[in-house]
């Protein structure tokens, strides 16, 4: 049979706060264990938590990012269960009256807009790490992570595949950024993605029932997790099985989904607000501030960049997928005469490539918006050919220097005088008369040989242009001598 | 509204706790008497008040986001752990990994 996938994601994002959220201790990535931590946040008794002011900042400013009715009187709950990271044997959550509800993001899959709702978005501290390099009867636990702001956002079952719950949970990334909330990273643990899955005949309203996919902690092995559990599901179900309600974990090296908890032994958490906290009221006044402080965010910049720069909708997407790019974009088109189709090309091409291998961001990159427009001028006026351009650019990228300065210490100016050019071409043609026979009887590919003998002969430097003009008229003028 | 053995059991379980059945039947006595007790609330009208979360009419109490000098060394943190190893607090192997 065939069966419709429903997913829905919950997110957890640490907030980039330089203090937790109930005490003041560093909240710094990557210390000696346990060495950041207070009798507050081990859960000493007597101790009594204080709200950090950054972490409704931070999570008011997503929820409004996200597009969410933002509840003015919020408070914290205490989610109860016992787990060794969790000293207190509670977990200071928000349970009825979240900071964030209804509120949604577009995504754009396969050219189709879509737009996934976001149940809810709440603030709650984090729990301490486990370790498991003891003896295999023992656990260490770090509790330098524990209190940690973090918010959850829990989307709707509104997501149909796992491409679609992969550019969610990037697009979500990406206006987390924007908005410089939390640095997003999943390889620290900023990012932490479970996914609720489930499938259904074509056609049928109810859900199927769902399984609940943990730690799905990087990009790499969102959707391949996701299409595990999909087709385990889909196996039990054709053949005349059932699928229970039960709590899984996808294991990278057996490339499989397995069963961490089943349904009989969930929790029961026994919420109730913690009378440790007072009601936190977010007036009209600090939403407006919120709402100040908030930049253009991806989506709308991508539209944007689509009317004012006349781009693909793909390089627009990605071109606005980071706000550094996005600003890096446009202060070259600032300087740039040409088309900034021509700008997207290369920022996506050479810069990003280099990027890449080099492992760095593109606020570390040694090129300048300004000088990247003065080198694209320079192609755009004629002084450099695109080949050497990408010579140059390479050169820019790794010592900061004005592309005319590598230009001229190179001695890479393009060659457009005709009569250095004619005198290459000349040396060329004459080399080859066999060639010049078969442009001469109607075999256009032989012009383009010659071009590339002109252009290797200039070490890259000939002006395309001009040698495609001159070589035509030589080669019909040629005549050989039998 | 009447607590059940089942619900004493379900307690119980939550709050890791082993009970004999006198004991059980004990707790099923004071657990209904207490629930009872509070049963007179529903003799107020509450149709128009808003539930309250706080018994202290206080709101918005925050701190500034500022690293402080409470943070105590690591010999401190694990001064009451059951055992310690490299450091961490050292605890039976959780199944659920
Ligand atoms: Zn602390």
Known sequence: MRYETVIGLEVHVELATASKIFCGCSTKFGQEINTQCCPICLGMPGVLPKLNKKVVD????????????????????????????????YQISQYDKPIGEHGYIDITVDGEVRRIGITRIHMEEDAGKLLHESDPTSSLIDLNRTGVPLIEIVSEPDLRSPEEAREYLMQLRNILKYI??????????????????????????????KTELKNLNSFKWIAKGIEHEMARQK???????????????FDVNTQKTVLMRS????????YFPDPDLVTVEISDDWIKEAKASMPELP???????????????????????????????EDTAKEFRGEAKVISNWVMGDLMRL???????????????????????????GTISGKIAKTVFEEMFLTGKEPKTIIAEKGLVQISDVSELEKIIDEVIGKDIKSVRDFQNGNKKALGFFMGQVMRQSGGKANPKVVNELLAKKLNAFEIKE | MKVTMETV????????????????????????????????????????????????PLKNALREDKVWDYTLSREDVLKNAPAEESGGFKVPKIIES
């Open chain 1, 58 to 89: 931070y999570a008011l400013k997503a929820a409004l990012a996200l597009n969410c009715k933002i509840n003015q009187e919020t408070k914290f709950d205490r989610k109860n269960y016992f787990y060794p990271d969790l000293p207190k044997a």
């Open chain 1, 180 to 209: 410089d909330v939390s640095d997003v990273k999943m390889e620290e643990g900023s990012l932490r993605c479970d996914a609720n899955i489930s499938l259904r005949p074509y056609g049928q309203e109810t859900f199927g029932t």
């Open chain 1, 235 to 249: 196996l039990l179900l054709d053949s005349g099985e059932k699928v229970t309600q039960e709590t899984r974990r």
């Open chain 1, 263 to 270: 349904k009989e032994e969930a929790h029961d958490y026994r």
């Open chain 1, 299 to 329: 989506e709308k910049k991508k539209i944007r960049f689509m009317e004012t720069y006349q781009l693909p909708e793909y390089d627009a997407g990605i071109i606005t997928g980071e706000k550094e790019l996005a600003q890096f974009f």
């Open chain 1, 355 to 381: 990027l890449n291998s080099e492992n760095k961001e593109i606020s570390d990159c040694a090129v300048t918006a300004k000088d990247m427009a003065s080198m694209l001028n320079l192609i755009e006026d």
């Open chain 2, 9 to 56: 059991e379900h307690t119980a379980k939550l709050a890791r706790l082993k009970f004999t059945e006198e004991e059980k039947t004990a707790f099923l006595g004071a657990m209904n008497d207490v629930l009872n007790y509070a049963e007179l609330l529903n003799e107020l009208d509450t149709e128009n008040i808003e539930p309250t979360s706080h018994p202290v």
